[in-house]
């Protein structure tokens, strides 16, 4: 207990999404990120997805926009780098297949003493939650898009009986 675990789950949240996990009542400000009495705080993080190595570098300064640099090296090409903020979260929400901060926070990466956020979910949310880490959300709307309806099926019943009064 006590070991900084809640630290380094916070600093990696921190790295991908740019933003603390929570703040004074709830509200999850940039300037909370800064320890008291330093001017800055700054995190790094690398990690692989598919052979393809990322790094990203956050600097956070009281008063000012975060300053972002993601880095994507992929084997045998050269180095992207990209340090838009919307640009980044942009890459990294695609790279982890849409697995937005909000989602991990309501799955594996609950914060100490924050269960009773997940219990005052609704059932709706906590499915879309559900749904989203574990990427069936598109297979949801896969399903519907691709789902018979009435009239589909009723023109399809009078083919079937047309091709049969055919042969």
Known sequence: NEAGKSTLF???YVALYGEPLVGEEG?????????????????????????????????FEHGRQQQVK??????????ETISRVSAVKDRILQELHNLDGESLRNSCFVEQKELGRLEALSRKDRDEAIQKLLGLERLTRLGEQFKFRRDQERALELAERRLELAY
């Open 10 to 12: 916070e600093a990696v």
């Open 27 to 59: 509200r999850a400000r940039q300037d909370e990120l800064i320890q008291h009495g330093q001017a800055s705080a700054s995190v790094k993080l690398t990690f692989v997805v598919s052979q393809q190595e990322f790094t990203i570098e956050r600097v």
């Open 70 to 79: 993601l880095s994507i090296q992929r084997p045998d090409a050269q180095e």
